[in-house]
């Protein structure tokens, strides 16, 4: 059995970690059994074997990888079939994906969503999640989020590539889904389960293939445990 040490909210059930997310669409693709053990932000110790604090971090037998990309590249080189890549094409065009994701997906959502994601840690982190996260912004999390109903506009036109490449195909990997899929997926799937605030629209080719995500895998990604 594979195991993964997989961010959880005081509801061990509740897992957002946008990270772990696309770890776990990835096993998912694999169609690998996982052991998706709950971790919080203030247990380290726990996984301190791993020479580092972060998840997702993925045990198989005696090897360790952490790391979503890092999981991602292994498992396609560990477990060849239903490939995550499709070749080394594949796997750089999923690269620019993940730098896409990480440098402007992520930090959008983040402003949108922090004060939120408070409410749904558990207790023991609550202190340090607010003074490491007032520490990256410079400023309360209240503040970080405030005017969002305004600014979400703002932060849907930068989707403007993402909407662009959804336009006529079903997928961002081609005709079937690929780790590129996976990656912005399972960074949607952060504010799907923390927040009630709609951080993409409604309609249009983004909501259209997040749907169609959801439905994999025997409807994973909609089973999801949310607020």
Not at 14 to 29: I, M, T, V
Not at 83 to 99: D, E, S, T, V
Request: glycine share 8%; hydrophobic share 45%.
């Amino acid at each position: 059995m594979i195991s993964l040490f997989d961010l959880a909210g005081a509801d061990p059930a509740l897992r957002f970690s946008p990270y772990c997310w696309r770890s776990k669409f990835a096993l998912a693709h694999k169609g690998l059994a996982v052991d998706a053990q709950p971790w919080r932000f203030t247990e380290a110790d726990r996984i301190a074997f791993s020479g580092q604090a972060r998840v997702p971090l993925l045990q198989d037998g005696n090897t360790v990888v952490s790391d979503s990309w890092s999981i991602a590249v292994y498992l396609d080189r560990a477990y060849p079939d239903a490939p995550l890549f499709g070749g080394p094409h594949g796997q750089a065009h999923a690269r620019f994906i993940n730098a896409w994701a990480d440098s402007v997906l992520v930090p959008g959502i983040a402003t949108l969503i922090v004060r939120d994601l408070l409410d749904v840690v558990a207790e023991k982190d609550r202190a340090y999640f607010r003074s490491s996260r007032e520490a990256r912004f410079g400023r309360s999390l209240e503040d970080v989020q405030a005017g969002r109903e305004t600014r979400v506009a703002d932060f849907r036109a930068t989707l403007t590539p993402l909407r662009v490449a959804l336009q006529g195909r079903p997928w961002l990997g081609g005709a079937e889904p690929s780790y590129a899929d996976h990656i912005v997926a399972g960074t949607l799937m952060w504010p799907r389960c923390v927040s009630s605030f709609a951080t993409i629209a409604p309609d249009g080719p983004i909501s259209e293939w997040f749907d169609r995500v959801l439905d994999l895998y025997d409807g994973f990604g909609r089973a999801a445990t949310t607020v």
